[in-house]
């Protein structure tokens, strides 16, 4: 029979979970990790990743019979490459606050609030400090992108994780063109442009990519190749899905290292509220998104 395969890099656990074609869980696996602070900031060493992604997948059982599979992650933070797909400095996840002044400038800027934990937010705080490792980005991505990456060769999100890194036009589900425009011009003077470093964004159901050769050599070939993937998505995302949560006017909350409310929203927000955030479903649906860092740590 065959069985589906999802992967989720949580804050504190990685899991692995094959349900069948009845939606029923038949086989798991996990692996404990937890972020570590180093040099203010609070991080993940990228290496761990694979070993508890490893771990996880012993615990599937016949794995052979896996025909899809899809990553999911947490949310925002910064992973920043060069040309060759190597890392420029430490994970900088969603824990971290250090982005107060990017995050208002942005918000602002674009009259749609940005939280300190998004990808956007840390690029540009990155340019505002003047980091060195700036003038050499040439791809920036979220845990479950970076995941994704290396085991397709895609370099997509799910519209619901891509949400976390710039804001979403849930009319057209891409990223927001207008704020594309007015990014461009402030930071003009980077050798990249911003449409070029971030990932494509896909919906959900569409194709995403296949295990490829490489992809299986870094997990020690416990999966076969050629598996098809879903666009990597986010954690917000897969509570949507896991709560029914997914049409305008549903909502659900997450207790876990955060603590948030999600509401789908049937119309816009007519203005900015700095204590909401703005997400989408893994269908582009705009979600009104209520985040707090702390709660069951």
Not at 42 to 51: G, P, Q, R, S
Request: proline share 4%.
């Amino acid at each position: 029979m065959n069985t589906y395969l999802g992967i989720e890099f949580g804050s504190t656990r990685i899991k692995a979970v094959a349900i069948n074609g009845n939606h029923n869980p038949v086989s798991s696996g996990d692996y404990t990790w937890k972020s570590t602070y180093e040099n203010g900031i609070w991080t993940y060493d990228l290496a761990e990743v694979w070993v508890g992604l490893k771990q996880a997948l012993s615990g599937i059982e016949n794995r052979e019979e896996v025909e899809a599979m899809g990553i999911s992650g947490m949310m925002h933070g910064y992973l920043a490459f060069d040309k060759d797909w190597n890392l420029l400095v430490p994970f900088r996840t969603w824990q971290n606050t250090i982005t107060g002044q990017a995050a208002a400038e942005l918000t602002e800027l674009f009259g749609f609030n940005i939280p300190q934990r998004w990808s956007i937010a840390h690029l540009y705080q990155a340019v505002l400090n003047g980091e060195e490792h700036v003038s050499k980005i040439a791809h920036i991505t979220t845990l479950a992108g970076y995941v994704h990456y290396m085991l397709t060769g895609i370099n997509a999100l799910g519209i619901g994780e891509a949400s976390g890194m710039f804001p979403i036009d849930s009319e057209k589900n891409c990223y927001d063109e207008e704020m594309l425009i007015k990014f461009e011009k402030l930071t003009e003077n980077q050798p990249w442009n911003i449409r070029d470093i971030l990932p494509d964004v896909l919906m959900a159901g569409e194709e995403a990519g296949n295990l490829t050769e490489i992809g299986a050599v870094l997990i020690d070939n416990l999966l076969p190749v050629g598996i098809r993937f879903a666009p990597a998505e986010g954690d917000a995302g897969t509570g949507m899905t896991a709560t029914n949560a997914v049409a305008p006017r549903t909502g659900n909350v997450s207790a876990g290292t955060s603590i948030f409310s999600m509401v789908v929203l049937e119309k816009p927000l007519q203005k900015v509220y700095v204590e909401i955030d703005l997400v989408t479903t893994p269908t582009g649906k705009a979600v009104a998104m209520v985040h707090c860092n702390n709660c069951t740590n």
